[in-house]
């Protein structure tokens, strides 16, 4: 299966491993930027499911911000849908990135959030480092 990636995306792909094998719930991990595309996923991710997900999370997201400025409710910190089979959360990355995860069996929110959290800053990291926002795929 092919993973969506930004060059050299090596340590990216490893935390996003990292995250689906350490949370039992957890199916596949993206990060994508803020505009909806992919840059990176999980192994067993492939490039339509990723670009699917993507695109998902990224106006799920925009959806929220917008509603939170709206109602005057600030930014928003993580975007969670709970569906009847599956949870996804969508955490920002940095200034133009995002991570979206899902998890089946619907979990409770409150058991996800620390490492969904604890991902999204360390790719935030990573792409700093880079000198990266989370912006065009290369």
Not at 78 to 96: C, F
């Amino acid at each position: 299966m092919k993973q969506t990636t930004i060059a050299p995306a090596d340590d990216l792909h490893h935390l996003l491993d990292d995250l689906v094998d350490r949370v039992s719930e957890a199916e596949l991990a993206v990060l994508l930027s803020a505009d909806g595309v992919a840059l990176v996923a999980s192994r067993t991710v492939t490039e339509e499911a990723a670009t699917l997900v993507a695109a998902a999370a990224a106006g799920l997201h925009a959806l929220a911000a917008a509603a939170g400025r709206q109602i005057h409710g600030g930014d928003a910190l993580r975007t969670i849908v709970e569906m009847e089979h599956v949870l996804l959360v969508v955490e920002p990355a940095g200034d133009a990135a995002l991570l979206a995860v899902t998890f089946t069996g619907a979990p409770d929110p409150e058991v996800v959030n620390e490492p969904v959290a604890e991902t999204a800053e360390r790719a935030r990291r990573v792409l700093a480092a880079r000198g990266r926002t989370g912006g065009e795929a290369r």
